[in-house]
């Protein structure tokens, strides 16, 4: 049950974009087309942005992207704005039949 | 409009017991999957447990094997998360979440607090 790779921090300035990666293994990441993403702000709860690795659900701004190349998804974020400072976590179904959470990416806006 | 509504947290000492409740509105706990997701301070997000929508499969972070169980009650639409044993490591906001493959709602968090 080892936690999914992501950067610790990222940072942008406003209308740039910019990609959060997610590692994982062939157990996981690799083997299914299971990736979520989820934006938190501070002391709220997270809120779903990507799911099954490039599906956007209604609601959330085409800005957001998502993508997977082997043992490795991401998150795309265009036309950066400062709304979009938060913590982002990847997630990923696992051959175990459980799920894993990536250890969250800090995203600055500059 | 979905909603979830966590309750139960607060202080307990090491290995005392608390029960977690999701009141769960909007639609109905036999049709979803249910996740519980804590979150310690300042750290990120860990899958606790989660119940198959038809309630036969349930499944453990390994940290909370044998302490933690799941489970809901389908006519009070609430799932809920019994903890016994706890531990200063599990001291964290608990979510409750909806979904299998991903979890498209999400509570407000109760917090648990473990300590003497």
């Known amino acids: 049950q080892s936690a999914l790779t992501q950067p610790a921090s990222v940072s942008g300035s406003p209308g740039q974009s910019i990609t959060i990666s997610c590692t994982g293994t062939?157990?996981?990441?690799?083997?299914?087309?299971?990736v979520s993403w989820y934006q938190q702000y501070p002391g709220k709860a997270p809120k779903l942005m990507i799911y099954d690795v490039s599906n956007r659900p209604s609601g959330v701004s085409n800005r957001f992207s998502g993508s997977k190349s082997g043992n490795t998804a991401s998150l795309t974020i265009s036309g950066l704005q400062a709304e979009d400072e938060a913590d982002y976590y990847c997630?990923?179904?696992?051959?175990?039949?459980?799920?894993?959470f990536g250890g969250g990416t800090k995203l600055t806006v500059l | 409009e979905v909603q979830l509504v966590e309750s139960g947290g607060g202080l307990v000492q090491p290995g005392g017991s608390l029960r977690l409740s999701c009141a769960a509105s909007g639609f109905t706990l036999s049709s979803y999957a249910m996740h519980w997701v804590r979150q310690a301070p300042g750290k990120g997000l860990e899958y606790v447990s989660a119940v198959s929508s038809n309630g036969v499969s349930t499944y453990y972070t390994n940290s909370v094997k044998g302490r933690f169980t799941i489970s809901r009650d389908i006519s009070k639409n609430t799932l809920y998360l019994q903890m016994v044993n706890l531990r200063a490591e599990d001291m964290a906001v608990y979510y409750c979440a909806r979904g299998w493959r991903y979890c498209d709602y999400w509570g407000q968090g109760t917090l648990v607090t473990v300590s003497s």
């Open positions: 997630s990923s179904y696992t051959s175990s039949n459980i799920r894993v």
């Open positions: 062939s157990s996981d990441i690799g083997d299914y087309n299971y």
